[in-house]
């Protein structure tokens, strides 16, 4: 029989071993070595670049559901100083996929030791923080073949206590987009700035116009963020810089609103370009579909959890975060969740901690409702 312990100790191993997007190789050999300690007789497992699906048969099977768990690291250096920390110098679990795949695993493991009459699916995907596994996972010959009915995921809330799950019917997470703008002038001696097309001052302005589109062009009951989390350009202190870019990220409440937003980058873009005198280049990168958790599903999980001592259910608002889960929920009727995980860091924060309590806290409420779905 497992126990609660070895899904702590097995999220501490995956959290040793962050790794990014369709890079996660040791994450799926771990993943793919603890599946084959189990036993067999019921498991379909298939590999999909570095994801895995794993099938348990249910007793007398009437529909099939579908559990998702993402798997990757972001790009950031871990600064919690925990005993188990990133072994990858730049790489860490800061946004609880290594939590997400420890649940996933815990409720597997009860499933395989005790299966139900539905037919189980769990999905271990790729690149959530891009380029994005969902999508593209949809669309392989398993997931035609082994389409679930209805699916559910989870993902950690730093911000609430463990013991507490927060949700709401409709939209849950935002429409994003990535944005990557490639500057180009005419670089220089820093004191002839007259004979140049300086691509630091370009770029310092155009960050700057960005932020007028979320005051000036979204209406103000509606809500969107345009966030440049990076800038680069220019060689050193005395030379103006020829090229510069900006690397950022959209969101918004709706698709509609984020092509309003695109079109307004665009035309400032166009306009600094005659402004600077310089060329400019917009690359989207990954996009993500809303998470949009169907009504019927999430109100029946919520009043199935209300029931529980356990756990208390917050109604929670939509959060500007982005999730490709909705892609999945965009085929296939479920909803994501919330789990709260008490930390004073927050989601991409290198000093995030997740108070390891929820771990079973989740792989309780999960096979407790799977049960109850797949009976
Ligand atoms: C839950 C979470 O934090 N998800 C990420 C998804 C990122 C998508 C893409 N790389 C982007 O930045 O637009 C988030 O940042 O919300």
New binding site residues.
Partial sequence: MSSVNQFISIRRDLHQIPELGFKEFKTQQYLLDYLSSLSQERLEIKTWKTGIFVKIKGNNPTKMIGYRTDMDGLPITEETELPFSSEHKESMHA?GHDLHMAIALGVLTYFVEQPINDDLLFIFQPA???PGGAEPMLQTEVMTQWKPDIIIAL?IAPEYPVGTIAVKEGLL?AN???LFIDLKGKGGHAAYPHKTNDMVVAASSLVGQLQSVISRNVDPLDSAVITIGKITGGTVQNIIAEKARLEG??RTLSPESMKKVKSRIEAIVQGLEIAYECEAEIDY??M?HQVYNDKTLTEEFMEFTRAKSSVEVIECKEAM???DFGYMLKEIPGFMFWLGVDSDYG??HAKLTPKEGAIESAISLITDYLQYKGK
């Fill in positions: 946004c959530e923080e891009g993902h997470f994003t987009s990535e990220t959209i990168g990954c993500y975060t982005g999730e989601l991409h």
